[in-house]
């Protein structure tokens, strides 16, 4: 039977590199956006787009009535925040959404659901240890409300599927690459950086991986993804001090020679997140994404590897096309 990919949060930077990949492929292809979205004329031609919100899940029935096929929804929508605070539309969608999308699975019949989560949704283990695929997942052990929302998102997909749907789960790490037509943070960086609006960094670093890379992992999940398991989509540890290496090397722009403290860092971070807010801009540092920073980010995705045929490209490559791309789209 042919099948059709029914893709949600099509427009953010993960959701429009699966739905290119899948049309790409030949593949029959539903884009899930919301309501007057501009972004979704970025997407490619052959692509069906239905209009919805996931916390509302009448407006999502058109999207899952697919006729005569097998229907397979990859759950990639959500707000991502570094924020410090409780954001009750970042629960609506993340935890109320999926909530919605588990109802209508079952309701449809789909014959399979890859749920988008985040390294995030696992506890921190102390440094030196690896961090590996756990199935127990805890709101009440994970620090910072984006994190918490995700956990919670992840443990119902897991009974969900112990109830017999069959569902798999995908962790990526921090998710770099070209096609962001938002406003992400390592991207906002790469665009702070060429544009010589950073005068300074920070000690500490993050697993950062290709976007690309974790959309063919998501894909394969589709297919070779086992029911109620989860499956880290990392690729490796890079202080941030790296990045700028690499985004120097790619560029030929001097790096910023400065090096901040995390003390400093996190004295200042309430200010810089209220600057950015009266910007309206995301903000490059907050309380919480300095904990990340500084957190235990070695994660393993060996797991992938064996089990979905996941690898990971150089990271260099990712930085010189992200400047590449963000040239062509003349944001730089």
């Known amino acids: 039977m042919d099948v059709t990919y029914l893709v949600t949060g099509a427009t953010g930077h993960l959701g429009?590199?699966?739905?290119?990949?899948l049309a790409?492929?030949?593949?029959?292809?539903?884009?899930?956006?919301?309501?007057?979205?501009p972004l979704a004329e970025e997407l490619p031609d052959e692509v069906q787009i239905f209009s919805g919100d996931i916390s509302q899940i009448d407006s999502l029935r058109p999207f899952f009535t697919v006729e005569g096929k097998e229907a397979i929804v990859?759950?990639?929508?959500?707000?991502?925040?570094?924020?410090?605070k409780d954001d009750q539309r970042m629960k609506d969608i993340n935890v109320g959404g999926i909530k919605n999308i588990l109802r209508l699975c079952r309701e449809f019949k789909v014959s399979k659901l890859v749920y988008v989560s985040s390294v995030h949704a696992i506890p921190e283990l102390p440094k030196g240890e690896v961090i590996k695929e756990i199935h127990d997942f805890d709101a009440q052990k994970i620090i910072g409300p984006y994190a918490k929302t995700k956990a919670e998102a992840t443990a119902l997909v897991l009974e969900a599927a112990s109830l017999g749907l069959d569902a798999s789960v995908v962790h990526p790490?921090?998710?770099?690459?070209?096609?962001?037509?938002?406003?992400?943070?390592?991207?906002?960086?790469?665009?702070?950086?060429?544009?010589?609006?950073?005068?300074?960094g920070v000690k500490g670093g993050y697993d950062f991986v290709d976007v690309r890379d974790v959309a063919d992992g998501v894909i394969a999940c589709c297919h070779r993804g086992k029911k109620?398991?989860?499956?880290?989509?990392?690729?490796?540890?890079?202080?941030?001090?790296?990045?700028f290496d690499l985004l120097q090397e790619v560029t030929g722009k001097e790096k910023p020679k400065a090096v901040l403290p995390m003390w400093f860092a996190r004295l200042t971070a309430p200010l810089s997140e209220l600057y950015y807010k009266l910007l309206k801009q995301p903000p490059l540092y907050t309380p919480y994404s300095l904990y990340t920073l500084s957190s235990n980010a070695v994660f393993s995705h060996a797991k992938a590897g064996n089990e979905l045929g996941y690898s990971?490209?150089?990271?260099?490559?990712?930085?010189g096309d992200t400047v590449e791309w963000l040239r062509v789209q003349r944001r730089i």
Do not use: W
């Open 74 to 84: 990859i759950h990639s929508a959500g707000i991502v925040s570094i924020a410090s």
């Open 228 to 243: 109620g398991e989860c499956y880290i989509l990392s690729n490796r540890y890079f202080s941030i001090q790296e990045v």
């Open 24 to 37: 790409a492929q030949g593949n029959s292809v539903r884009a899930l956006v919301l309501p007057n979205d």
């Open 173 to 200: 790490s921090g998710i770099v690459g070209p096609f962001d037509y938002g406003r992400g943070h390592m991207t906002q960086l790469i665009i702070d950086y060429c544009q010589g609006r950073l005068v300074a």
């Open 16 to 21: 429009n590199v699966i739905v290119r990949k």
């Open 312 to 319: 990971v490209r150089p990271f260099g490559e990712t930085i």
